[in-house]
């Protein structure tokens, strides 16, 4: 039985795509290893937020690329690698296994139906910086993985082709009890920094009655707690207009403004057995008041949001073509904790951006601090290729600057950490155990706090 390795960089929507690519091998009888020495097949599931995660994958090829070697001594097969991600643009093949055929390249051995020509490929600008890549494959078409390892292998790898949407495809959790459900893929918000819509498209959101059903299966199967994701989930199917039927009057109201988001939630909170309902991440301009009441209206929601500030200084927020400024943020925070003290807020900050002066970066210090927000994930701004920003602003910080300020916001936010905690001293609550290890159990309150 072969053997794969999956390693995962980035946000909570790579982990469920990697669920989905876990399923996906199962079905084709590989068997999971956790050291990638072991495996036949090793899979990295990218993200280019941050230069550091690219740069560790390629460090691994050339791990690997060593390990081959040493197994080609050794007449050992060799370890196939697969990049996934944000650092692929399309499913493209090593050359090592196409052949020139009417003056394209097509695969060897193996003939293929009509419109699964299109994958064999070879120029992703990938297989230059790592000779070693086997293949590069879109998430979204992970159904053609038993195709081209059936390739490579020249043996019949088989998979249960049950679904050719990658939305249905099942996800293999490994926590049965706290899943996260995919609901919509890819953004339409092009935010300068940001390579997420040239390496994912454009945005696309999963009919409700699929999500329910998914979450209904679920539930079924013992899972107490629910986390919708993607890049920005509050924007599902957008805004709509509609009128409310008046049960009073037995006429309709004038026409209305609601979220399908909110009326998703709804629908979740009503089925039986589910006792947690979580969603990440929101875009703060697409935020609406019936999905922040949402976190104190629908009894199985809880009382924490993560929404990215990215920066307090709204000329760095119109620079990153952040369509919010800091005062629309702080209303929402200001809202919620008005409601619920203990409502927890996580965010996202670039404090170094293009152009970004000692006083901006300040701005955000002092932001912070000011909201008391309980959890920050920092990035140190690279340049991405393809991103507007990469056109217009240069990377024009220094690294020691970055270093700098990476520090100090981390200590404000240290401070942040300690002082709401201390909020939850003699408290009872309810704490849902989601892992062990070391014979020690570990899990959140319903405000997000281990």
């Keep these: 039985m072969k053997k794969y390795f999956i390693m995962t960089f980035g946000c909570e929507m790579n982990k469920a795509d990697s669920e989905k690519i876990n399923m996906v091998f199962l079905q084709s009888w590989l068997q999971k290893t956790n050291d990638y020495k072991n495996a036949d097949v090793v899979v990295f599931n990218t993200c280019s937020v941050r230069q550091k995660w690219e740069n560790r994958v390629f460090g691994i090829c050339n791990d690997i690329l060593e390990e081959n070697l040493k197994r080609e001594s050794e007449w050992l097969n060799k370890i196939i690698i697969w990049i996934t991600g944000c650092m692929v643009r399309k499913t ?15 695969a060897k051995q193996i003939q293929y139906i009509k419109d699964e020509w299109w994958i064999f490929n070879n120029d992703d600008k ?51 009890f706290s899943a996260s459900v995919i609901v919509q893929t890819w953004c339409d918000n092009f935010c300068t920094f940001c390579i997420v819509p040239y390496t994912r498209w454009r945005e696309v959101s999963r009919e409700q009655d699929d999500i329910l059903e998914e979450i209904k299966k679920l539930v079924s199967n013992w899972t107490k707690e629910i986390s919708l994701v993607w890049q920005n989930v509050n924007s599902y199917w957008k805004q709509k207009n509609i009128k409310l039927w008046n049960e009073e009057k037995s006429k309709w109201n004038d026409w209305v403004w609601v ?19 979580r969603f990440t991440s929101s875009n703060p301009h697409d935020m609406t008041s019936d999905i922040l009441d949402a976190h104190f209206d629908l009894d199985k929601a809880c009382n924490y949001l993560h929404f990215a500030l990215q920066s307090w200084n709204d000329t760095i927020l119109k620079k990153m073509n952040r369509r919010h400024k800091y005062e629309d943020f702080k209303k929402m925070v200001t809202y919620l904790r008005s409601r619920d003290p203990l409502f927890s807020i996580s965010t996202d900050i670039i404090v170094w951006f293009s152009w970004e002066t000692e006083e901006d970066f300040l701005d955000t210090l002092n932001a912070v601090r ?50 709401r905690w201390e909020l939850m001293i003699w408290r009872i609550e309810e704490v849902m155990i989601s892992w062990e290890k070391d014979e020690q159990f570990f899990g959140r309150t319903r405000n997000f706090k281990e």
């Design 92 to 106: 493209w093949m090593n050359k090592i296994y196409l052949q020139e055929d009417n003056q394209r390249k097509v």
């Design 126 to 176: 990938l297989f230059p910086r790592i000779p070693n890549l086997d293949f590069t494959l879109r998430i979204e078409e992970a159904k053609y993985l038993p195709l081209i390892l059936t390739h490579i292998y020249n043996e019949k790898i088989w998979s249960d082709d049950k679904f050719d949407d990658y939305l249905k495809m099942s996800q293999l959790r490994e926590n049965k």
């Design 259 to 277: 979220s399908p988001f909110r009326e998703l939630l709804n629908k979740i909170n009503k089925i039986e057995w589910l006792e947690r309902i």
């Design 370 to 419: 000011e909201l008391e927000i309980d959890f920050v994930y920092i990035a140190r701004y690279s340049v991405r290729t393809w991103t507007i920003a990469s056109k217009l602003y240069p990377d024009d910080v220094s690294d020691k600057i970055k270093a700098d300020r990476w520090h100090r916001l981390n200590a404000v936010l240290e401070e942040n950490v300690k002082k």
